[in-house]
């Protein structure tokens, strides 16, 4: 067997096992969906062919176009927070004379590997409007007691701060490791000409930074998109649907109303979209983002 053949031999099955396991939990179930999605079917009678008339009805429904809107200010009110914060905290723990920076960074870092469902609880009772902890706090500076789980002008706000809690810690640890990654001559050049630290932050660590920030815009985009635990265990996208985001949307339709085939039809219309935004977010950083 020749050398060539024998490397691509070996690489193929090195991958092989990660490469079954997305083909049969990622494509196969996007194929299904995607098949699915032009059928009615309850799961209880037979498939029932009907076209394009789930994607009709999907376009044309005012839930939909709420859940995206919900949707929509979740992931501006989530993303652009937990990444700036990400980013301050990840520089001023990089600064070396501060100490006990590997106790902070396990401190940040906790509420990324906390369960969802558990931290959901918990916020719950921190966000009671009686004896929550947050009330309490608030009550301090004269703010009367905030209905935060009941109230459709302040549970998508209560949402959005659980979500940029649970992702600071990530977004840290990534910049983190991107800011270590710059070449320290590159400072020591700037100190020489004199730059002071706000400008060796923006011409030096942002432009080195930029690949790292296109990755964690990415990520968190794709993450507060598919935004569903939260929502489930402390709303069920109430009160007045008012935190409905897509995937609960998604989900009531399936598994509470049983239609399958317009849920699926949601699912693809996630899908394309998730791409779509990906696509764009490339297309927007080309030219902007520097990998050397």
Do not use: C
């Not at 990324?112 to 609880?121: C, F, R």
């Not at 070449?183 to 942002?206: M, S």
């Not at 635990?229 to 998604?250: D, E, F, N, R």
């Amino acid at each position: 067997m020749r050398r060539g053949t024998r490397e691509a031999l070996t690489g193929w099955v090195t991958v092989l096992p990660a490469l079954t396991v997305q083909v049969i939990f990622i494509y196969l179930p996007l194929a299904w969906a995607f098949y699915v999605s032009f059928f009615s079917w309850n799961m209880i009678r037979p498939m029932r062919y009907v076209g394009l008339r789930n994607y009709e009805r999907l376009f044309s429904s005012p839930d939909f176009w709420n859940s995206m809107g919900v949707t929509g200010i979740y992931i501006l009110g989530t993303v652009i927070p937990s990444v700036i914060i990400g980013l301050l905290l990840a520089a001023l723990l990089n600064i070396e004379w501060i100490k006990g920076r590997g106790l902070f960074r396990t401190l940040f870092y906790i509420p990324v590997v906390t369960s969802m469902a558990a931290a959901a609880v918990i916020w719950g009772w921190l966000y009671e409007p009686n004896f929550g902890l947050v009330n309490y706090f608030l009550s301090i500076f004269g703010i009367s007691n905030i209905k935060w789980l009941s109230d459709p002008n302040y549970a998508l706000l209560a949402l959005i701060i659980v979500g940029v809690w649970k992702r600071i810690g990530y977004n840290m640890v990534l910049f983190l490791a991107g800011l270590q990654t710059i070449p320290k001559t590159y400072y020591e050049a700037a100190e020489i000409d004199g730059a002071t630290p706000w400008r060796k932050f923006v011409n030096i660590t942002l432009p080195l930074l930029s690949p790292t920030t296109l990755f964690v815009f990415i990520m968190q985009f794709i993450a507060s998109f598919r935004v569903f635990v939260s929502v489930s265990v402390m709303t069920s996208g109430g009160p007045a649907k008012s935190t409905q985001v897509i995937t609960y949307y998604l989900y009531e339709n399936a598994f509470k109303y049983l239609k399958f085939g317009y849920a699926s039809a949601v699912a693809v219309v996630m899908f394309a979209m998730m791409v779509v935004f990906t696509l764009i977010q490339f297309r927007v950083s080309k030219g902007r983002v520097h990998y050397q």
